[in-house]
């Protein structure tokens, strides 16, 4: 995940896996202080990578606590802009990195 950030020039990045029978993502592995501390965690279909999940398409903000409201899991709470991308293998949505 370090590696993602220092491509991004950003402060953290995160992968999410996605279960598709329970309709769930769960983060998975994290850069960045306050996300390592949700690794692990169910986050539902919360914040830009819930939405990726749902649109299939990636997603950006620069607002993002504005954009996406209530919709924020607390550890990502003061987040300014971000965006997230499927990760697909042989065509079926695993995941999400943000």
């Known amino acids: ?3 993602v950030s ?26 960045g ?13 919360k914040g830009l990578a819930g939405r990726v999940v749902q649109s299939g398409v990636s997603q950006l903000t620069n607002d993002y606590e504005r954009d996406l409201g209530p919709d924020i899991h607390p550890v990502f709470r003061g987040v300014r802009r971000a965006m997230a991308v499927p990760v697909r293998w042989q065509g079926d949505l695993r995941g999400v990195i943000s």
């Not at 993502?25 to 994290?30: E, G, K, V």
């Not at 202080?33 to 279909?45: F, H, P």
């Open 33 to 45: 202080e306050a996300e390592r501390q949700a690794v692990g965690q169910q986050v539902g279909m």
């Open 1 to 3: 995940m370090s590696e």
């Open 6 to 31: 220092k491509l991004l020039r950003s402060e953290s990045a995160a992968f999410y896996v996605y279960d598709r029978e329970q309709a769930t993502l769960t983060l998975s592995a994290a850069f």
